[in-house]
């Protein structure tokens, strides 16, 4: 399932988590084929007792079979996993997406967040990766594994200065109002817009490393 975009929304950056995370499937891969040829080299060699040269061909064809589900459950899926997960920064929200499933989709407002802090090991690189963390209201959401997570911050606090500090008004022309009827409201205005706004306006990012 693609990112599905309200009116007027765009995508400002797309990525994906960075690639340290598939540090743990190639170990593992590079483990599991280390243990199963040494197994195999076990069962082939000629010096063995008789009742394992009788079970040989059972012994191999079990360890071809525990070697295949190994490999889809260390290191396939999570490479899959991680082939098709993204982390989306658009012109009004935040989203991390994991598959095709709505039910994999997580979004969060850019008017929602108070502060964004880019988490990095100690004396890392300027575009090191690290965690992107979402302070809200009354919570905070953690995005691990950012690539260049400092640069990713900078974007995302573009795109909440970029956002309007007015309602915006679809379908209404303010302009031809003679002013004899009663006061026109836009539709789309939600009840607490104003207050959402006026917040992002005294809004003062503080400074993390």
Request: proline content about 7%; hydrophobic content about 45%.
């Amino acid at each position: 399932m693609k990112l599905i975009l309200e009116k007027r929304e765009r995508v400002l950056v797309k990525t994906r988590a960075h690639r340290r995370v598939l540090r743990g499937p190639l170990l593992r891969f590079l483990l599991l084929v280390a243990g199963t040829c040494y197994l195999l080299g076990l069962l082939l060699r000629e010096d063995l007792p008789g009742w394992v040269v009788e079970a040989r061909a059972l012994a191999l064809a079990l360890l071809a079979v525990v070697f295949a589900v190994l490999l889809v459950i260390w290191c396939l899926r999570p490479w899959i996993r991680w082939a098709n997960s993204f982390i989306y920064l658009t012109t009004e929200r935040i989203v991390t997406k994991r598959g095709r499933r709505a039910a994999g989709q997580h979004s969060i407002g850019l008017y929602a967040i108070h502060d964004i802090v880019a988490v990095v090991r100690p004396k890392a690189p300027e575009l090191a990766p690290g965690t992107l963390t979402l302070v809200l209201a009354e919570q905070r959401f953690n995005i691990p594994h950012v690539p260049a997570v400092a640069r990713m911050r900078g974007y995302c606090i573009g795109a909440i200065g970029a956002l309007p500090h007015f309602p915006r008004v679809d379908g209404v022309n303010m302009e031809e109002a003679d002013g004899s009827g009663p006061p026109m409201k836009p539709t789309n205005e939600a009840p607490h817009q104003h207050d959402q706004q006026h917040h992002h306006e005294r809004r003062e990012w503080t400074q993390h490393e």
